[in-house]
C-alpha cells in the first residue's frame, strides 16, 4: 500500500507520529509510537451464520480463516508497565484475518468504547497540547483548554479505564464504524464489539498496584501454552439517523449485536518480536463486503501506521 502523494496528508502522518514520540519520550527503533508494548499471537476465526446477512465478505463465506491478534498496552513505550494506571490504558487488540498470501483485512480497536475527537487534525492537536502542558505552571493549561471546548475529548480523558486481571477478561471496541454490504447489495453500518468468552474481570486500584510489571503478559504467555482463548465478535447495527462517520459519538445500548464469529487463539507467534515490527495492520478494511463509512480518521490513520511500520521494518534491518 502507497503514502498518499498529497503533501498535507503528508505532513498530518508525519506530525502526529512525530508528536506521538515526542509525548512518550521516544522514537524507540522498531516500536510503535502508541502501543508499543504487545504480543502477537495466532489462532482461527470462524463465522457466525447470521453474519452472511450483513455482508458478503470472503471471510464469512469460509467455514474458517487463520488469524494474528495483537494484544498491547497503550502507551508507546516499550516498557510501560501493565499496572501503571495512566500509560497502559486503554488496552489495544488488532487483529488479521489471512485471506491469501499477502491478502487480509484487518480490525483495530482499543478497550475503550469512543475516541476523544473526530479528525486527525483535531487529534494532532490534542497530542500537541498535551506536549505542551506542564502541570506546575498555571492552570488552564494547553490541554485543560482543549478538552474545556472539546466534551468528548473531556469524556475520553475523564472515562474509567481499568486494569483488567487478563487480556483474556477484556472487552475492545473499533474506533470507526465501517459500511457492511452483503450479497444482495443491501447495506448496513456498524461497530465491531470484541467480547472475551470467559466475560470481562477488574482489578481496584489496590489489587492494581500490587501487580508486576509484566503481569498481563506473563499470564498471557501461560494461559495461551495451556489451552485456548476465545473472543466472541460482534457487530453493533446502526439505525436510522445514527451518525455513522462521527467516533466521538456512542450509538444507544439497546442497538442490535449481530454475532459476526469467533475467534481462537492457540499459539504464540514464533519470532515475536520480528513478527510485530513486520505485520502493518490498517485501519481501512480494504475487502469486498466491507468498506470505509466515510470517517474522517480512517485516511489519517492509515497513514500514520503505515509511516509508523516502515520505520519500525527499517529499525529491525540494523
Not at 455482508?55 to 469460509?62: L, W
Not at 475520553?156 to 464504524?177: D, L, R
Not at 470481562?200 to 503478559?217: G, I, R, S, V, W
Not at 445500548?253 to 514464533?270: Q, Y
Request: aromatic share 8%.
Amino acid at each position: 500500500m502507497p503514502l498518499p502523494t498529497d503533501e498535507k496528508a503528508l505532513a498530518l502522518g508525519h506530525g502526529l507520529l512525530e508528536t506521538l514520540d515526542k509525548i512518550f519520550g521516544g522514537p524507540y527503533p522498531g516500536h510503535r509510537p502508541a502501543h508499543a508494548k504487545g504480543a502477537l499471537l495466532t489462532g482461527t476465526f470462524v463465522p457466525a451464520p447470521e453474519a452472511a446477512s450483513l455482508t458478503r465478505a470472503p471471510h464469512i463465506q469460509r467455514s474458517s480463516t487463520p488469524v494474528s491478534m495483537r494484544l498491547s498496552d497503550s502507551a508507546g513505550i516499550p516498557s510501560v508497565p501493565d499496572n501503571d494506571p495512566q500509560g497502559a490504558s486503554p488496552r489495544g487488540c488488532a487483529i488479521r484475518f489471512h485471506l491469501a498470501e499477502h491478502v487480509h483485512t484487518d480490525i483495530v480497536s482499543h478497550s475503550h468504547d469512543g475516541f476523544p475527537v473526530r479528525t486527525a487534525e483535531e487529534f494532532l492537536e490534542f497530542l500537541t497540547a498535551i506536549t505542551a502542558s506542564d502541570p506546575s505552571k498555571p492552570h488552564p493549561n494547553p490541554v485543560e483548554q482543549f478538552v474545556g471546548t472539546h466534551p468528548a475529548a473531556l469524556a475520553f480523558v475523564q472515562a474509567p479505564k481499568p486494569i483488567p486481571t487478563s487480556f483474556a477478561k477484556e472487552h475492545f471496541f473499533a474506533v470507526n464504524a465501517f459500511k457492511f454490504i452483503n450479497a444482495d447489495g443491501a447495506v448496513r453500518y456498524g461497530r465491531y464489539r470484541i467480547v472475551p468468552e470467559l466475560g470481562t474481570e477488574y482489578l481496584d486500584a489496590e489489587a492494581a498496584a500490587a501487580k508486576t510489571p509484566n503481569f498481563l503478559f506473563d499470564e498471557l504467555f501461560e494461559w495461551i501454552a495451556a489451552g485456548p482463548i476465545k473472543f466472541q465478535v460482534f457487530i453493533q447495527l446502526s439505525e436510522e439517523g445514527d451518525v455513522v462517520d462521527d467516533a466521538t459519538i456512542h450509538w444507544p445500548e439497546d442497538r442490535k449485536l449481530l454475532k459476526f464469529g469467533e475467534i481462537t487463539l492457540d499459539a504464540l507467534t514464533p519470532n515475536n518480536e520480528a513478527e510485530q515490527r513486520q505485520i502493518i495492520f490498517d485501519p481501512i478494511p480494504r475487502v469486498d463486503g466491507i468498506e470505509s463509512s466515510g470517517d474522517p480518521l480512517l485516511e489519517p490513520r492509515a497513514t500514520v501506521y503505515l509511516m509508523s511500520g516502515r520505520r519500525r521494518r527499517a529499525a529491525g534491518q540494523h
